[in-house]
């Protein structure tokens, strides 16, 4: 790891100017915070209470009632800088793998979901028009949709597909050297579509870029179904110029409250939190998330996570012994495998063979997958995610069948223009 003073790092002239100089949005209760006895006529807010039929015990009149959301709060505003949540995250990942020194909430940006981080960090770092962004396909595609709407260009250095989808830093750290217009390259880790765990010294070779000065992000979704201490969230206290992202939605199950996570620096989080909007995390998301993140959830969610593992490695030992199941290809640090469907039992892999499943298995089987063939190293894929034991069965099972059906006929017949379908199920994002 270079000396501090020789990186070439400068967030006073990596961030856009009208950020640095931006105040963000305060409130009275910046300064005044509430412990529940005071006459709150600051906000406009509604002092009689929500609008819900609830009983005075908060619970719903017919049924549902939950004590860890206080109903009766929600005519309030909820904390805009969700300190006691940003603590449990930083619980979570304060390993002492990657560092000897800890994160804080002042490292951290929660939003919803981790898109919300992707577009902030755009607004934050890229000068629509002006500026790009370097991704490595395959991988999610929300970076490209908030790029758009951002009005920045990509640039894109694909995944090594000889090497199970590696990130090419040398091919990365020659294209910063001369595309100068590039702020921010977005890693996925474990990738998505991929399922692979990025190395880390790959990682560290962009970070240590001689003359850029950019951020490198790390799309860490899919990280708890990876071995253990692989999260390199602590790392961005060695690295100002890396934010690391996080979320509730895969192993803690938890996408319907829509829960996202940014480590950075103190200078980096700063800006981000400056430019969100002031209450951008619901009172019953944060205290479900809350809720999740202490010992008693996380032994659950350790419980369904080892259940996940154990339904993946049995679909690692049994596809292959389906006739029409080709290779694996990436890795298997996710909840997802992405599998290559071949042209014949003994073939290569096949876009058309692979479109005419995918439509077969949602249409006539009610099971529903993703074609990801059009992406770059994926001909012929389906990315498969992991399911319960028994929707494994299902799967398993029809898939089998299937596949037979598509090898009898001797022409896979396909409604309209392949290619313009198999464009259209692969565009879908997630």
Same mark, same amino acid.
Request: proline content about 6%; glycine content about 8%; hydrophobic content about 40%.
């Given at each position: 790891?270079?000396? !501090? !003073?020789?990186?070439?790092?400068? %967030?006073?002239?990596?961030?856009?100017?009208?950020?640095?100089?931006? +105040?963000?949005?305060?409130?009275?209760?910046?300064?005044?915070?509430?412990?529940?006895? =005071?006459?709150?006529?600051?906000? =406009?807010?509604?002092?009689? *209470?929500?609008?819900?039929?609830?009983?005075?015990?908060?619970?719903?009149? *017919?049924?549902?009632?939950?004590?860890?959301?206080?109903?009766?709060?929600?005519?309030?505003?909820?904390?805009?800088? +969700?300190?006691?949540? !940003?603590?449990?995250?930083?619980?979570?990942?304060?390993?002492?793998?990657?560092?000897?020194?800890?994160?804080?909430?002042?490292?951290?940006?929660?939003? /919803?979901?981790?898109?919300?981080?992707?577009?902030?960090?755009?607004?934050?770092?890229?000068?629509?028009?002006?500026?790009?962004? @370097?991704?490595?396909? &395959?991988?999610?595609?929300?970076?490209?949709? #908030?790029?758009?709407?951002?009005?920045?260009?990509?640039?894109?250095?694909?995944?090594?597909?000889?090497?199970?989808?590696?990130?090419?830093?040398?091919?990365?750290?020659?294209?910063?050297?001369?595309?100068?217009?590039?702020?921010?390259?977005?890693?996925?880790?474990?990738?998505?579509?991929?399922?692979?765990?990025?190395?880390?010294?790959?990682?560290?070779?962009?970070?240590?870029? &001689?003359?850029?000065?950019?951020?490198?992000?790390?799309?860490?979704?899919?990280?708890?179904?990876?071995?253990?201490?692989?999260?390199?969230?602590?790392?961005?206290?060695?690295?100002? =110029? %890396?934010?690391?992202?996080?979320?509730?939605?895969?192993?803690?199950?938890?996408?319907?409250?829509?829960?996202?996570?940014?480590?950075?620096?103190?200078?980096?989080? #700063?800006?981000?939190?400056?430019?969100?909007? &002031?209450?951008?995390? #619901?009172?019953?998301?944060?205290?479900?998330?809350?809720?999740? %993140?202490?010992?008693?959830? %996380? $032994?659950?969610?350790?419980?369904?996570?080892?259940?996940?593992? !154990?339904?993946?490695?049995?679909?690692?030992?049994?596809? &292959?012994?389906?006739?029409?199941?080709?290779?694996?290809?990436?890795?298997?640090?996710?909840?997802?495998?992405?599998?290559?469907? @071949?042209?014949?039992?003994?073939?290569?892999?096949? =876009?058309?063979?692979?479109?005419?499943?995918?439509?077969?298995?949602?249409?006539?089987?009610?099971?529903? /997958?993703?074609?990801?063939?059009?992406?770059?190293?994926?001909?012929?894929?389906?990315?498969?995610?992991?399911?319960?034991?028994?929707?494994?069965?299902?799967?398993?099972?029809?898939?089998?069948?299937?596949?037979?059906? /598509?090898?009898?006929?001797?022409?896979?017949?396909?409604?309209?223009?392949?290619?313009? $379908?198999?464009?259209?199920?692969?565009?879908?994002?997630?």
């Amino acid at each position: 790891m270079p000396d !501090k !003073k020789e990186r070439p790092f400068d %967030l006073a002239r990596c961030a856009r100017p009208n950020i640095l100089q931006l +105040q963000p949005y305060r409130c009275a209760r910046d300064d005044y915070k509430d412990d529940g006895t =005071n006459v709150l006529l600051d906000a =406009n807010e509604n002092a009689y *209470g929500p609008g819900l039929d609830l009983t005075q015990n908060e619970s719903f009149n *017919g049924g549902f009632a939950s004590s860890d959301i206080d109903f009766l709060g929600l005519n309030r505003y909820p904390d805009p800088h +969700q300190i006691h949540l !940003k603590q449990l995250l930083c619980n979570l990942r304060n390993t002492k793998i990657h560092t000897s020194q800890e994160l804080k909430p002042e490292n951290l940006f929660v939003g /919803v979901g981790s898109d919300e981080a992707i577009d902030a960090l755009l607004r934050c770092f890229c000068a629509p028009g002006r500026d790009r962004i @370097l991704t490595c396909p &395959p991988t999610y595609g929300m970076y490209a949709v #908030s790029a758009q709407v951002n009005d920045l260009d990509i640039a894109k250095v694909p995944l090594d597909p000889c090497t199970d989808f590696g990130l090419r830093a040398d091919w990365i750290n020659t294209r910063l050297s001369t595309d100068t217009s590039i702020k921010m390259v977005y890693i996925c880790s474990p990738g998505n579509p991929t399922a692979n765990l990025i190395a880390k010294k790959d990682i560290q070779e962009v970070l240590e870029h &001689p003359t850029w000065n950019g951020i490198v992000v790390l799309d860490e979704a899919y990280i708890d179904f990876a071995p253990p201490g692989s999260s390199l969230a602590e790392w961005v206290l060695e690295w100002p =110029n %890396l934010v690391v992202m996080q979320t509730l939605s895969k192993a803690f199950g938890l996408a319907g409250i829509r829960l996202g996570a940014a480590f950075a620096s103190s200078a980096v989080a #700063s800006l981000l939190n400056n430019l969100k909007a &002031p209450y951008n995390i #619901s009172s019953p998301t944060s205290a479900l998330a809350c809720k999740a %993140l202490q010992p008693e959830s %996380l $032994k659950v969610m350790e419980e369904n996570r080892a259940k996940i593992i !154990k339904q993946r490695e049995r679909m690692v030992g049994e596809l &292959p012994k389906i006739p029409g199941v080709g290779r694996f290809m990436g890795g298997r640090a996710a909840n997802f495998l992405l599998v290559e469907i @071949l042209d014949g039992p003994k073939g290569e892999g096949s =876009n058309k063979t692979a479109l005419a499943v995918y439509e077969a298995m949602a249409e006539t089987k009610g099971v529903v /997958v993703r074609f990801r063939g059009k992406e770059a190293g994926c001909e012929g894929c389906l990315r498969i995610t992991v399911g319960t034991e028994k929707e494994v069965d299902k799967f398993l099972a029809e898939i089998r069948v299937v596949l037979e059906e /598509v090898y009898q006929k001797s022409k896979i017949e396909t409604n309209g223009s392949e290619e313009a $379908k198999e464009r259209e199920a692969n565009a879908i994002v997630a």
